[in-house]
């Protein structure tokens, strides 16, 4: 266990940090404990299952997996449920340096506390933010063929999501095959995403929905099927936008 851990005041007033406070107190709490949390190392890769995580915040399963989710949307950190580590990015900045001399020791005790954590995309992520900040070793081959965490949580959110609307529907509703992308919608994506393309997003959605054959291509809330899937979206070359009367935006 660590003896102490360094929080800066950018902590409160930085880009993520205001992103947190909009997030919600669970987010701030969630955030804060993972910093200062005692299970926590020097480069911010450690174990970390939701149970210590509800039971030490007091948030409960429910309000530390909110804060959880809300903490990753905000860009502070992310989580994998396979291997139940968290990776907070800026940790090893703060609580290391932001760069090592090739001679620093630190350099050896950065490799050691990543080679404790499971092979996997947190730690391929981990070597591509700091690999050569503190001067790590080559990744081992085995490592290139990690799923990338962004694919893997993809995933895991319409597992949850198809779970949820089981629950809530047995059946759902397929989308329309003369579908397009109504107004709001458009609207909100462009306002949440700025880095991807909406209208092709909206393409693909549509493609990738009217393909799906049964019960997978049925949902109960296309709306919420559509956030989830620009929340996913990879970014891209985004198509000029320009002012719409209202005070939207249109693409040209």
Sequence with gaps: ???YGKITPQFWTGETGKKLKAAGPEA???A???VTSPH???IGLYYLPTLYLAHETGLGMEGASKGLERAIEAGFCDYDQTSEHVFVFAMARYQIAHQLDPKDKRCKGVENELSKAPKGPLVVAFRE???AAFHLP????SEAFCKPLASQKQEQEQEQEQKKERRASPSGSRLPADWTLPEDWRQWALAERTDVDV????AKFADFW???AGKDGRKADWKATWRNWIRNAKPGNVVPMASAPGGGRRAL
């Excluded at 209208?199 to 909206?202: F, L, M, T, V, Y």
Aim: hydrophobic share 45%; glycine share 4%; charged share 20%.
């Design 40 to 42: 926590a190392n020097m």
């Design 32 to 34: 804060m404990y993972l």
């Design 1 to 3: 266990m660590r003896s």
């Design 129 to 131: 933010l700091y690999g």
């Design 138 to 141: 080559d990744a081992p081959s």
């Design 28 to 30: 701030v709490i969630v």
């Design 199 to 202: 209208r092709q997003e909206a």
């Design 210 to 212: 009217h393909a799906k």
